[in-house]
């Protein structure tokens, strides 16, 4: 059984912008990102994936994200509620840039208009900021962000991947913590 493609993309870009250099910037990483896609299409033709990668300098307090598809990436708040500093990519995003009214946007959030696959590279958005003090970053899939958290759904019953990586930068050193599988720090 072959690996999924979201698992394989982030192993092989993490793994070789490890290996390439100790502090890689986000134009490296997007250059890796699309010599590593033309690999893509050998096991992976029919399959798409979402992915964010967030490059933390904790030194600076600067955070680069990449982004593509529908995980999002952002700070918590009091009182539960996030930033999110990512824009998703999905057609219910889109509607409103086209000009159309009087769509169901639900009905698209599950439709993503850019995404890594096998037949093209498409780059990822690029973010900069500073990270606030005593800041909680999260990144999460769309399961997360919006079944769970916007639509209320309790964790154990969502119908979509459901993870979350939490950094605590107001804890030193920065503390993670997960439960997904499909989260990894380097």
Same mark, same amino acid.
């Given at each position: 059984?072959?690996?999924?493609?979201?698992?394989?993309?982030?192993?092989?870009?993490?793994?070789?912008?490890? /290996?390439?250099?100790?502090?890689?910037?986000?134009?490296?990483?997007?250059?890796?990102?699309?010599?590593?896609?033309?690999?893509?299409?050998?096991?992976?033709?029919?399959?798409?994936?979402?992915?964010?990668?967030?490059?933390?300098?904790?030194?600076?307090?600067?955070?680069?994200?990449?982004?593509?598809?529908?995980?999002?990436? %952002?700070?918590?708040? /009091?009182? %539960?509620?996030?930033?999110?500093?990512?824009?998703?990519?999905?057609?219910?995003?889109?509607?409103?840039?086209?000009?159309?009214?009087?769509?169901?946007?639900?009905?698209?959030?599950?439709?993503?208009?850019?995404?890594?696959?096998?037949?093209?590279?498409?780059?990822?958005?690029?973010?900069?900021?500073?990270?606030?003090?005593?800041?909680?970053?999260?990144?999460?899939?769309? %399961?997360?962000?919006? /079944?769970?958290?916007?639509?209320?759904?309790?964790?154990?019953?969502?119908?979509?991947?459901?993870?979350?990586?939490?950094?605590?930068? %107001?804890?030193?050193?920065?503390?993670?913590?997960?439960?997904?599988?499909?989260?990894?720090?380097?």
């Amino acid at each position: 059984m072959t690996p999924c493609l979201a698992r394989h993309w982030v192993t092989k870009i993490t793994s070789r912008a490890v /290996e390439e250099s100790q502090s890689i910037t986000a134009d490296e990483l997007t250059s890796v990102m699309q010599q590593e896609q033309a690999e893509l299409r050998h096991q992976y033709l029919l399959e798409i994936a979402s992915c964010t990668v967030a490059l933390i300098d904790t030194k600076t307090r600067t955070l680069d994200l990449l982004s593509i598809g529908d995980c999002q990436a %952002g700070f918590q708040l /009091e009182a %539960g509620s996030f930033n999110w500093l990512t824009t998703c990519h999905s057609l219910s995003n889109q509607i409103p840039s086209c000009g159309t009214k009087n769509i169901n946007a639900g009905c698209h959030d599950h439709v993503v208009t850019r995404c890594i696959n096998a037949k093209r590279f498409i780059a990822p958005d690029i973010y900069n900021f500073t990270l606030p003090q005593n800041a909680q970053f999260v990144l999460a899939t769309d %399961g997360y962000w919006r /079944e769970h958290l916007e639509n209320k759904v309790p964790l154990d019953q969502v119908s979509d991947d459901a993870s979350a990586l939490t950094l605590d930068f %107001g804890v030193s050193p920065s503390a993670a913590a997960t439960e997904a599988d499909n989260l990894f720090l380097y």
